[in-house]
């Protein structure tokens, strides 16, 4: 079992570019969350989905933030515009059951 | 929501003392605690958790206590060692039968120091 796949580990963009983070959830895993980190506001709930389906965006900072899992094992989180205040790690957490099984994270930098 | 205050924010205690971290919750329907412990450039990774019909859960050298009427829960670690040093946070949840979403709440964390 390879565990949650996230990538890139490491993002450096320029402001205004568009940003695609990448996961691979764990087989079989029905709950795919999303969440942000930083250090003023710890860990953020961005959104989730079950079953490949939508069910809380309310998470998402504003429109520049997009979200879609197409299939059982794959998701992604878009930026577009980015800005430097979305500058944090980006988790992705693979969910059984209520078990919960992190990814590395995605360190994204914006200048 | 749910709000999950956690503290101290940071802790350092010599190797061999027993740490102490405290959170409380503010919604009285969750009954799921998890906690976490991240290391540095990985996700965090759940070490133990425990659910509202339980009052205490054990695992080796780690401890955690629930107190559902005072919506407080609290995790143990005994003869602290250095490869201890993390951050460690808490969360809460309400999981179950007929509407659970797994949806965690997490503390903001509180960084362990051991020191040698």
């Known amino acids: 079992d390879a565990g949650v796949i996230q990538s890139p580990r490491h993002e450096v963009t320029e402001m205004g570019q568009e940003v695609t983070l990448r996961c691979k959830p764990i087989s079989g895993h029905d709950y795919l969350f999303w969440y942000r980190q930083t250090m003023m506001r710890g860990l953020e709930l961005l959104i989730y989905f079950n079953n490949n389906v939508p069910i809380d965006d309310s998470g998402m900072p504003e429109d520049r933030f997009s979200a879609k899992m197409p299939n059982a094992s794959f998701s992604t989180l878009k930026i577009q515009p980015s800005e430097p205040r979305d500058s944090a790690v980006y988790f992705c957490a693979s969910v059984l059951r209520g078990g919960y099984t992190f990814g590395s994270g995605t360190r994204l930098t914006v200048v | 929501g749910e709000n999950v205050e956690q503290h101290p924010s940071t802790l350092s205690v010599q190797e061999g003392d027993s740490a102490v971290i405290k959170c409380t919750y503010s919604?009285?329907?969750?009954?799921?605690f998890p906690w976490y412990k991240q290391e540095l450039g990985k996700g965090p990774q759940l070490i133990i958790d425990i659910r509202s019909n339980v009052g205490e859960k054990k695992d080796q050298r780690i401890a955690v206590t629930l107190n559902k009427t005072a919506k407080h829960f609290s995790l143990h670690i005994t003869e602290t060692q250095p490869e201890d040093s993390a951050v460690y946070f808490c969360?809460?949840?309400?999981?179950?039968?007929?509407?659970?979403?797994?949806?965690?709440?997490f503390g903001k964390g509180t960084l362990l120091t051991v020191n040698p």
């Open positions: 969360a809460a949840s309400t999981i179950g039968s007929g509407g659970s979403n797994y949806k965690l709440t």
């Open positions: 919604d009285s329907a969750s009954n799921y």
